[in-house]
């Protein structure tokens, strides 16, 4: 473990004998596993952070990928008694500070470190239970799991960018939401045909995807594009040591809304628009180098 690293635990291992440490490393890296498998994008970003920023994402990221999987891959399960036992083990684990998950484990220690609310996590959790039965929204609906499915998971990491302090967490809240919406908007897009044809959900209210048309499809793209306008002034404000981390999950996520919008109405129901790894290192480099040069 780096010394940046171990700076992370400084404060939480105090009152418990050393094992402790090895504990919540092990489940911190349980997390980072977690991370690298599901996402090669996601884990490209963290590295950009400040070492200190590694394992609060990476555990942020572990928690709402497993929740993820309960209602997306355990089809031959009982889905709701599954997510509601692990929306109580949630709150047991932040209330007792300690978890023999090891993905709830590493997720508590990161919830009282940096005092992010739970009103967070439950608009999450509730935002998967929608998951589990709904198939169309209206505006409300849509509105509503949005922001418990993208715009909250971007606060927690402003948490935690923030170290926890109101004062410069709250300026920044609106830019944050405006772009986890973004992302969000944009999987729905890239996902529109598994999305139907698998679990049979149209996220967006008054599409039909058997005549999803170019005007739908524009509608959606000028929404998504005032969103990502939004987001990027509010990725200018960050401090330092997350700012180009967050700049590269825009810019991978930008490229991606451009190929989509370059595409019809019809190819996006028909295939997954996608960005090829190769074209991500590309434009991580390019990131990196706008970054250094204060040209974001």
């Known amino acids: 473990m780096s010394k940046d690293s171990c700076c992370f635990f400084v404060d939480l291992m105090k009152p418990y004998p050393a094992m402790i440490e090895l504990y919540d490393e092990t489940c911190l890296e349980c997390s980072k596993l977690i991370t690298q498998k599901y996402s090669t994008s996601f884990s490209l970003g963290i590295r950009a952070f400040d070492q200190r920023f590694h394992y609060p994402i990476y555990a942020i990221y572990g928690f709402v990928r ?13 889905k709701a008694r599954l997510i509601a036992e692990f929306r109580k083990e949630t709150q047991v684990a932040i209330a007792q500070k300690i978890s023999l998950n090891p993905v709830l484990h590493a997720f508590q220690l990161v919830v009282n470190q940096y005092n992010i609310d739970y009103d967070l996590i439950d608009a999450f959790l509730k935002s998967m239970e929608m998951d589990l039965d709904k198939v169309e929204y209206d505006q409300r609906g849509y509105e509503e799991y949005i922001y418990g499915s993208a715009e909250v998971i971007g606060l927690m990491c402003l948490k935690v960018f923030c170290d926890g302090n109101s004062a410069v967490y709250e300026p920044l809240v609106a830019y944050a939401r405006k772009l986890g919406s973004a992302f969000q908007k944009i999987n729905f897009l890239r996902d529109i045909r598994s999305d139907f044809e698998e679990r049979g959900r149209v996220y967006f209210p008054g599409v039909d995807f058997n005549t999803f048309s170019e005007q739908d499809k524009k509608a959606i793209e000028e929404d998504i594009q005032a969103d990502f306008e939004e987001g990027l002034k509010g990725i ?61």
């Open 236 to 296: 200018r404000l960050l401090p330092n040591g997350c700012r180009k981390g967050v700049y590269i999950a825009y810019v991978y996520y930008f490229e991606l809304f451009k190929k989509i919008k370059k595409s019809s109405a019809r190819e996006v129901t028909q295939k997954r628009i996608r960005v090829s790894d190769p074209q991500k290192m590309w434009l991580m480099a390019q990131a990196l180098v706008k970054n250094s040069w204060g040209r974001i």
């Open 66 to 78: 497993y929740a993820d999987e309960i209602v997306d891959t355990f089809h031959e399960h009982d």
